[in-house]
């Protein structure tokens, strides 16, 4: 399956972002979608995901900030981001596995990756 995100850009504190993960080749529903980010000098971080069941799980960094729904139709997985603050300034990733649902936030688990999309979120 091929993914491909979309959706960054430079935003103000405080404001909201909804990136975008398309995927061809193969269902979203197939697999559990994930979204990670990896910030300048940091590691790449596991940021939410989305079982092929419906399950959500999300980081505690963005819980309750950040929400990841499918959309069947257009066979994408959307990532809503609200609040947001410098630090969430980050390349995202969105990845595809089939994973247990219990290693969902590994990195290493993921077999497909989007190219990234910058996320640039000014003081």
């Known amino acids: 399956v091929q993914l491909q995100a979309s959706g960054g850009g430079l935003v103000q504190a405080g404001d909201s972002l909804t990136l975008s993960c398309a995927a061809s080749?193969?269902?979203?529903?197939?697999?559990?979608m994930g979204w990670f980010r990896q910030a300048p000098g940091k590691e790449r971080e596991f940021v939410a995901a989305?079982?092929?069941?419906?399950?959500?799980k999300y980081a505690d960094t963005v819980k309750g900030r950040f929400t990841i729904s499918r959309d069947n139709a257009k066979n994408m997985v959307n990532l809503r981001m609200n609040s947001l603050s410098p630090d969430d300034t980050a390349v995202y990733y969105c990845?595809?596995?089939?994973?247990?649902?219990?290693?969902?936030?590994?990195?290493?688990?993921?077999?497909?990756w989007g190219q990234g999309t910058q996320v640039t979120v000014s003081s």
């Open positions: 080749g193969g269902s979203v529903r197939r697999y559990t």
């Open positions: 989305f079982g092929w069941s419906g399950n959500t």
């Open positions: 990845g595809a596995t089939t994973t247990v649902w219990g290693r969902v936030s590994e990195e290493n688990m993921y077999t497909y």
